[in-house]
């Protein structure tokens, strides 16, 4: 299941949550209860060194 990153219209809480990409949920803030919330981009980062990264994909 993909994370999300949502961001509250009432309080500005900014939370995330485990959601399945294909079902639509209405997301309620878990600080003030509000379902009043737009999701945010997503980002992410990787651990390790980026010189060893482009051994990864060699298949071999």
Known sequence: ??????????????FETLQK????????????GSVEVNRELSTFSSVGNPASAAGCFSGG
């Open 21 to 32: 990409a294909d079902v639509a949920y209405q997301t309620e803030c878990p600080s003030c």
């Open 1 to 14: 299941m993909p994370l999300f990153e949502y961001t509250c219209m009432a309080c500005g809480c900014r």
